[in-house]
């Protein structure tokens, strides 16, 4: 998708679809066939630039035919490189700038509490998004107001666009801060499917405050060529490195 866009962001979707695939084929009650089931989980990708990890999963569940997979950044395509609202195709918000994911999503879960709802609306979020103020606003009210139908995600593989989070601002320790705005805190490796299944359980069990999953990743994960490097956070692959991707990932040159 992203060799014949020519563009977008490599690094972070590898890195995180094991939790993808946890959500949206183990753990959120959702249906392609009814997606505006008013009983449906949502899911908020408030790092929208990581769109290519939800977009294939949307695609594999059911909510689009794989054709599209290759309109990806195309004028006029519903598959843009943040992702654009399209609840038919399970896009449930138009993210990309940073922060905004989790207030939208406490508005959701908000929501549910008014109509009386048990579905969960998980939002995903990064560690570079955690330089944002909005996101911890959200975070303390969250808490506050113990919105328990609330699961998140953050994906800490240590890179942003410019380099590593530690060079450019330091957002350790989140786990302490989450904790600190009276959210229940777990860390795993997220990429080991195990443990992230494990989290989810243990998340959905834990009720009376808001959780988050803080999910050490390895950005390009299963590329040895991206994995861990900055310079792909933000760049589509080469002819060459196409190649090498797809040979390691198994699925041939």
């Known amino acids: 998708m992203l060799h014949k866009a020519g563009a977008g962001h490599t690094g972070g ?3 995180m679809m094991e939790i993808i695939t946890a959500l949206y ?3 959120m009650s959702h249906d392609p066939k009814n997606p505006t089931d008013p009983d449906r989980d949502r899911f908020i990708l408030a790092n929208g630039h990581t769109c290519p990890a939800l977009y294939v999963a949307l695609c594999r569940a059911g909510y689009f035919p794989k054709e599209e997979l290759q309109h990806l950044r195309q004028l006029g395509s519903p598959l843009q490189g943040h992702p654009k609202l399209n609840v038919k195709w399970g896009i449930e918000m138009s993210t990309g700038s940073l922060g905004q994911g989790m207030s ?3 508005g959701i879960a908000f929501a549910a509490r008014l109509d009386k709802k048990d579905y969960t609306v998980y939002s995903f979020h990064s560690d570079g998004e955690a330089q944002e103020g909005m996101l911890w606003e959200a975070a303390l009210t969250a808490g506050h107001h113990r919105l328990d139908n ?4 953050l994906d800490f593989n240590g890179i ?6 530690k060079d450019i601002k330091d957002v350790s320790p989140l786990a302490d801060k989450f904790e600190a705005f009276r959210w229940a805190v777990r860390n795993i490796d997220g990429n080991n499917m ?7 359980d243990w998340a959905k069990k834990t009720k009376g405050k808001p959780k988050m999953i803080i999910a050490t990743t390895i950005l390009g994960k299963g590329v ?8 792909y956070h933000g760049v589509a692959p080469s ?4 190649a090498i991707a797809l040979k390691e990932l198994g699925e041939g040159a």
Not at 150 to 153: E, S
Not at 160 to 165: C, M, P, R, T, V
Not at 194 to 200: F, G, Q, R, Y
């Open 104 to 106: 939208v999503a406490n």
């Open 160 to 165: 942003q666009i410019d380099g590593f989070n």
């Open 194 to 200: 195990a443990e992230v299944l494990d989290a989810i």
């Open 239 to 242: 002819d060459e490195e196409l």
């Open 13 to 15: 979707p590898l890195g």
């Open 224 to 231: 040895s060529i991206f994995e861990n490097k900055p310079k």
């Open 150 to 153: 609330r699961i998140g995600f």
């Open 25 to 27: 084929f183990s753990a």
